[in-house]
């Protein structure tokens, strides 16, 4: 059975996660309230949701509960990239290149990391014979 995709409140929860190792739900609550108002219960409650979904593993050995991402953060943008191509590009992740790349202008070091990814890419694909 696959895994269900994480909303956006789930991927801000996630991304505590994956940043900061397994946490408790102050832990994670304090990072997300940083960045804005956000209620302890609320992201209590997120992760006990997520906890059913299997979004996140739950280690309930003691008194206060730690929470840890279920899968990397590259096995969870892998997914939600998947779906994006699929559902916004008609399947073309050079669309989705193009868009990305049009709508927010990399950085140099953006580009050069890019850069990098086509020539393995490239070096890597098999030649046709002709």
């Known amino acids: 059975m696959a895994v269900p995709k994480p909303t956006a409140a789930e991927t801000e929860i996630l991304t505590v996660l994956w940043e900061r ?9 304090d990072v997300l309230d940083e ?3 956000t209620g302890y219960t609320t992201v209590l409650k997120l992760l006990q949701i997520m906890a059913g979904k299997g979004l996140v593993l739950r280690d309930e050995r003691e008194r206060t509960h730690i929470y840890r991402a279920a ?5 969870v943008q892998g997914e939600l990239v998947g779906d994006l191509i699929d559902r916004a590009f008609d399947g073309s992740a050079a669309e989705l290149v ?6 927010q202008r990399p950085s140099k070091d953006e580009l050069d990391r890019i ?3 086509l020539d393995e890419l490239e070096a890597t694909r098999p030649r046709r014979s002709r």
């Not at 190792?21 to 609550?29: F, I, K, L, N, Y």
């Open 21 to 29: 190792g397994p946490s408790t739900v102050r832990a994670v609550h």
């Open 71 to 75: 899968q990397p953060r590259e096995a």
């Open 35 to 37: 960045r804005r108002a």
């Open 98 to 103: 193009v868009r990305a790349l049009s709508t």
């Open 115 to 117: 850069r990098a990814m």
